[in-house]
């Protein structure tokens, strides 16, 4: 079936420097989602991407679609302590029926 | 206004018991889906509604998992003879759209803990 995975699983950073995470699909994907889910909390949507090749950003946060839609990506810039938390990519295949598949998450920690 | 809630937001339970988890999503919101979440992992789907049909349940893991959502709002998720693999934090979401084009939101999520 389809699958979505994630890399690195862990990042730790200093404060200020730049996190970048990688979501790669097996399959084609019709959408791609970005959630970000605190210690404790529940995923938050952050954006979606729907188009070949699209570039999205917010603040320091940007996102990337590839050409293929098979595979995105999140950079942030300036890390800060409050970036800290797991970031989900999760796609929708070609099937439409909603459902959305979850890659395994990166989990960011900033140190101060 | 209010988010989606879910009730219990921690539940215990012997194994072989039965349980039942309650999602209450943003009102008007047409689609609902039920994720599990196991620790250190991203949800993992379950099954999706569209307003009281239930339009795609081939995530949940066994016969003994049961989601309805009878009057298209609130929704009920049932284990029936919980195992303790069934220990997951289990999350409910709701969307605007039928489509799952759209965002989801997120509930706080129901802390299954089966001993």
């Known amino acids: 079936g389809q699958q979505v995975m994630q890399i690195p699983q862990y990042q730790h950073v200093q404060e200020g420097e730049d996190f970048t995470t990688y979501c790669n699909s097996s399959?084609?994907?019709?959408?791609i989602q970005w959630y970000k889910q605190r210690p404790g909390g529940h995923p938050v949507f952050l954006i979606q991407?729907?188009?070949?090749?699209e570039v999205k950003k917010q603040k320091r946060l940007t996102f990337q679609f590839g050409e293929a839609k098979k595979n995105s990506s999140l950079h942030i810039t300036a890390t800060q302590t409050t970036d800290v938390g797991t970031y989900f990519c999760?796609?929708?295949?070609?099937?439409?029926?909603?459902?959305?598949?979850f890659g395994q998450g990166t989990t960011l920690q900033v140190k101060p | 206004g209010a988010g989606v809630s879910q009730s219990p937001r921690y539940k215990v339970a012997k194994r072989g018991q039965d349980v039942a988890l309650r999602c209450d999503p943003i009102?008007?919101?047409?689609?609902l889906f039920w994720y599990q979440q196991a620790l250190g992992q991203g949800p993992e789907f379950l099954t999706y509604?569209?307003?009281?049909?239930?339009?795609?349940k081939s995530g949940l893991p066994s016969d003994r998992f049961f989601a309805e959502r009878p009057e298209g709002s609130v929704s009920t998720l049932k284990i029936q003879r919980t195992q303790q693999e069934d220990s997951a934090v289990y999350l409910c979401?709701?969307?605007?759209?039928?489509?799952?084009?759209?965002?989801?939101?997120f509930g706080p999520g129901t802390r299954l803990t089966v001993l």
């Open positions: 979401a709701s969307s605007l759209m039928g489509t799952g084009w759209d965002e989801q939101f």
């Open positions: 399959t084609t994907l019709s959408n």
């Open positions: 991407l729907v188009k070949s090749g």
């Open positions: 999760a796609g929708i295949g070609s099937s439409n029926t909603g459902k959305l598949i």
């Open positions: 009102s008007g919101h047409v689609s």
């Open positions: 509604f569209q307003n009281e049909a239930q339009l795609d």
